[in-house]
């Protein structure tokens, strides 16, 4: 069974750094692209960006809203995919799901909430 | 910047039929963008539907079905049930860059 579940959420204030972690079991990790997708109060899906899969180098694409500030690593040993989110704002304040892409964007894990604020 | 347009909110009587639509500011929808559609319920995590627009997860109520019409992505519920009141999202990839749709709710009444 895929499961993913992700950590790492809590509060930081505006300028401040947080680290997400989300921690896969039940599937080969590596052969997976990974994505964030976040959601602010009230409001829809947003995606954040992903890390592609193994064979294609693990490289990372990012959506413009986060690009310069975000940036996605896995951990291949510990099958975990992160997320490092620098110069953080108000308007970052989400619950931020990890998500598996096999046939689409398939799993997802039940989310971690940030909360940007001072 | 791209914007994925959803009909904001749609009513379906139990046991009708409703189709959402996916529209991209860039143009027509193709199977090259890979649409996604994802149905949301309060309080819950995201659940895939639908992939490359028209292919069924092995979980997908049979009631569900994806298209490409009239340039868009559609997710068409047919014998809607009242557990199928939820929002629904779709998902576009421009060059390996993901945008979601804006979101439809859809109220079972």
């Known amino acids: 069974e895929v499961q993913l579940v992700e950590s790492g959420g809590g509060l930081v204030q505006p300028g401040g750094s947080l680290r997400l972690s989300c921690a896969a079991s039940g599937f080969t990790f590596s052969d997976h692209y990974m994505d964030w997708v976040r959601q602010a109060p009230g409001k829809g899906l947003e995606w954040v960006g992903r890390?592609?899969?193994?064979?294609?180098?693990?490289?990372?694409e990012y959506a413009a809203s986060v690009k310069g500030r975000f940036t996605i690593s896995r951990d291949e040993s510990n099958k975990s995919l992160y997320l490092q989110m620098n110069s953080l704002k108000t308007e970052d304040t989400a619950v931020y799901y990890c998500?598996?892409?096999?046939?689409?964007?398939?799993?997802w894990g039940q989310g971690t909430l940030v909360t940007v604020s001072s | 910047q791209t914007v994925v347009t959803q009909e904001p909110s749609l009513t379906v009587s139990p046991g009708g039929t409703v189709t959402l639509t996916c529209a991209s500011s860039t143009g027509a929808v193709t199977s090259g963008y890979y649409p996604n559609w994802f149905q949301q319920k309060p309080g819950q995590a995201p659940r895939a539907l639908i992939f490359?627009?028209?292919n069924k997860h092995s979980w997908t109520p049979a009631r569900f079905s994806g298209s490409l019409v009239g340039g868009k992505a559609a997710l068409t519920l047919s014998g809607v049930q009242p557990e199928d009141e939820a929002e629904y999202y779709c998902l576009l990839y421009y060059g390996g860059v993901g945008v979601f749709g804006t979101g439809t709710k859809v109220t079972v009444l």
């Open positions: 998500a598996r892409e096999g046939n689409g964007v398939d799993n």
């Open positions: 490359s627009a028209s």
């Open positions: 890390s592609k899969n193994k064979a294609n180098g693990y490289i990372a």
